[in-house]
């Protein structure tokens, strides 16, 4: 039987790849067939990436690069060619988010998370696409977020770095798409990751965190998404089956998105 979603030879890169939701993507790619490229920003994250991916099954290679400097990324993409090959798969992965109430925000808490959250898809993407054009064909997924689509409070920079990345998957589609490049986007709803813990963190008295709840009772699945909800949705998206398409940004969100609540 032929499977179009087997990623064997292909090379996949997946910023912030050591940990959380970007090592549920590399495992995924990596199950899938792909050999797994991940940076992160410390050794410390890089041995405890490789271990993870070990202990996955997974073969992986980890750069420890700030994905905010040409400079760095221009040389881990120019390395990862060299020792590993020409990438087919980028995964822009890598985020930050503070949250903070807009009056209080300080003009730098904005600027990095705009730096690490947009401007870096963009540095990582220009630095791998000539490589994909090379070879005729590539995968770009850029990680947007249900801010791509809606606020909420204390949320100014994430949900405006999402909705400017929501746009730069549309650009390189638009851009790269005559060249065999698809680029589109997973927008996780809330999924059950340090970055959102202290949403989810129980009160004193035991009882569940009021945005825990809410969550609870605003996604029709009634429960949060688990980085492994991410595994099919990038694998779809990296492989042969979703080469006809391109710009569209896939919410893996429980169905949050849909509902307006009882
Ligand atoms: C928040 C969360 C969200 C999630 C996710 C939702 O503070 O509301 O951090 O932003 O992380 O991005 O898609």
Request: proline fraction near 4%; charged fraction near 20%; include cysteine.
């Amino acid at each position: 039987m032929i499977n179009i979603f087997d990623l064997s030879g292909k090379v996949a890169l997946v910023t912030g790849g050591a940990r959380s939701i970007g090592l549920a993507l590399g495992i995924g790619l990596g199950q899938a067939g792909a050999t797994v490229c991940f940076n992160c920003t410390s050794e410390r994250s890089l041995e405890e990436g490789l271990k993870a991916y070990e202990t996955a099954g997974v073969k992986a290679h980890g750069y420890v690069c700030n994905v905010t400097e040409e400079a760095a990324v221009q040389g881990m993409v120019a390395r990862i060619r060299a020792e590993v090959g020409v990438i087919d798969i980028l995964v822009n992965n890598a985020g930050i988010n503070k949250r903070i109430p807009m009056t209080e925000m300080e003009v730098e808490d904005f600027t990095q998370v705009i730096h690490v959250d947009l401007i870096a898809p963009f540095i990582v993407s220009k630095a791998v696409i000539p490589g994909m054009l090379e070879k005729g064909h590539g995968k770009i997924i850029n990680i947007c977020s249900m801010m791509s689509e809606v606020g909420r409070g204390t949320l100014a920079a994430y949900s405006s770095a999402k909705g400017g990345i929501k746009m730069l998957t549309r650009n390189i589609c638009s851009e790269f798409g005559g060249a065999n490049i698809q680029c589109n986007g997973i927008g996780p709803g809330y999924i059950a990751t340090d970055l959102t813990a202290p949403l989810r963190e129980p009160q004193p008295d035991g009882a569940l965190h009021p945005f825990d709840q809410f969550i609870r009772e605003r996604t029709p699945a009634g429960r949060w998404g688990d980085p492994k909800d991410l595994m099919g949705p990038v694998i779809f998206l990296a492989s042969e089956a979703s080469d006809y398409v391109n710009g569209h940004v896939l919410y893996v969100d429980g169905g949050i998105l849909a509902y307006l609540g009882k």
